[in-house]
């Protein structure tokens, strides 16, 4: 298709601005603002300088997270006998899973070097950095990738690459539903649990839940295709994300941590 989205926003000589990198830095600014919005609520533990740093392990623990997740769990085949392509971050493939456990591995570490709890930041980055898949959906879909399944509904559309039959928009899908209904979800959610740890559970279950469905809409990937002709990796890890929720609720009932904003009302 000819009538498609440029994906490069502008040219200066060799240097290509995309949008699909564009979309990824409004999300981080986005859930700076974010940030900065919680610890004048008190909500995030730390100064406010330490924010900037701290989305900068988070940069790193995404993008680390993101490419092994793909390279090992979405197509360790091919990597498994190309290993010099694992570095070849420019060809594409990350997986969100991924990105998620690297996020969390970053927090750790930052949580400890700083002499928080692990799940003062994971609340904070949950809320903060959900706005963030609504603008990684938007650049999947600029990019023409990640499409879903072929339809015959009226809400099908023509993807360059996707073959000539309409497909369902499923990066839109997970837009809204993963960026902006969880993000609201998760934002009335941190003001009124009695302790920290609740609302990054609820990202993991809520995701996971959200993502599940969609998968039904989205294209599999073509190396792997579906498990019992029916399911895909998606969902498998998106199971696995659900259960990783309830077991952090737990622990963070256990640990019960308080919330800022219910101190008050606290036992």
């Not at 092994?68 to 060809?91: Q, T």
């Not at 603008?135 to 073959?163: A, C, H, K, Q």
């Not at 993963?178 to 993000?183: A, D, K, N, Q, S």
């Amino acid at each position: 298709m000819n009538d498609w989205f440029d994906p490069v926003i502008f040219s200066v000589g060799p240097l290509q601005v995309r949008w699909y990198g564009a979309m990824y830095v409004i999300g981080f600014l986005v859930g700076g603002v974010i940030l900065k919005y919680l610890a004048d609520k008190k909500f995030w533990p730390l100064s406010k300088e330490a924010i900037d740093k701290y989305i900068t392990w988070l940069i790193i623990g995404m993008f680390l997270g993101a490419r092994f997740f793909y390279v090992v769990v979405y197509n360790w085949e091919y990597y498994s006998v190309n290993i010099l392509d694992s570095f070849a971050v420019w060809k594409g493939g990350l997986s969100f899973h991924g990105a998620v456990v690297g996020m969390c591995i970053a927090t750790y570490f930052f949580a400890r070097k700083n002499g928080v709890h692990f799940f003062q930041l994971t609340d904070c980055m949950a809320v903060a950095g959900s706005p963030g898949l609504f603008f990684g959906r938007m650049g999947n879909f600029i990019n023409g990738e990640l499409y879903g399944r072929v339809t015959d509904s009226w809400v099908g559309i023509v993807f360059p690459g996707g073959g000539p039959f309409p497909r369902h928009a499923s990066q839109l899908y997970e837009g809204v539903l993963e960026g902006i209904v969880l993000f609201i979800i998760l934002f009335y959610i941190h003001k009124r649990q009695r302790f920290y740890g609740v609302t990054c559970s609820m990202f993991l279950v809520g995701y996971g839940v959200f993502r599940f469905f969609i998968e039904f809409f989205r294209e599999p990937d073509s190396q792997l295709g579906y498990y019992l002709n029916f399911f895909t990796m998606g969902q498998f890890l998106c199971i696995g994300m659900m259960i990783a929720g309830f077991i952090m609720l737990h622990f963070a009932k256990k640990v019960h941590i308080k919330n800022p904003y219910l101190q008050k009302s606290s036992p």
